[in-house]
């Protein structure tokens, strides 16, 4: 049995969470609504403040997407409580970021500056002018958007320089040296 599938998903007050035909499920709560189509092999249900997902057999693909199901759920859960929330750090001289109304304006070294719209139901906040926070009920789009914003300049392994995550480690690499 898949160990995470089999684990219940509590149903914390204020949060409401319904199962629609074709495993629709839609979770509401405090900070906003989330809704996904889940695998309609599945049988997910919700039973005295517990969601509960259950497989109809054994194969292969059914247990892979067993704790698939209950993970997607949980963070729909956890969504619409808590958010999730991605720091991005910049590193290098004269690398920036400003933020006008939606639009984050980046400063990293190209001849012209990069600019992000944020992307519905996600927001950007600025500590300085050098950390990022991307923060959002819908664990997946905040994952991407960071990643996104990271790629506008990836950190390079011998100064550092570039855009990482707050909890990243750039494995550096020694420069060269001159002849003797």
């Known amino acids: 049995m898949s160990r995470i599938g089999r684990m219940p998903i509590a149903i914390p007050a204020g ?4 199962i629609a035909e074709n495993n629709k499920v ?8 989330l809704e996904r189509v889940l695998p309609s092999e599945l049988e997910i249900k919700t039973e005295d403040g517990h969601v509960v997902v259950t497989r109809p ?10 704790g698939l199901t209950r993970t997607l759920i949980h963070n729909m859960v956890v969504g619409v409580t808590e958010g999730y929330e991605k720091k991005l750090e910049i590193n290098g001289v004269g690398y920036r970021a400003a933020k006008a109304g939606k639009k ?3 400063s990293l070294g190209y001849s012209h500056p990069v600019e992000m719209e944020d992307p519905e139901g996600i927001e ?5 002018q050098n950390i990022i926070i991307v923060k959002g009920i ?3 789009k905040v994952g991407q958007f960071a990643a996104n ?3 506008k300049r990836r950190p390079e392994p011998y100064k550092g320089k570039g855009i990482k995550y707050a909890d990243e480690t750039i494995r550096r690499k020694v420069g060269k040296t001159g002849k003797k």
């Open 57 to 66: 057999n054994d194969l292969k693909r059914m247990k892979s997407l067993h």
């Open 104 to 106: 984050l304006t980046l």
């Open 124 to 128: 950007t906040v600025l500590e300085g």
């Open 149 to 151: 914003i990271r790629d």
């Open 15 to 18: 949060v409401t969470v319904e």
């Open 138 to 140: 819908d664990k997946e």
């Open 26 to 33: 839609t979770v509401k709560g405090p900070k906003g609504t």
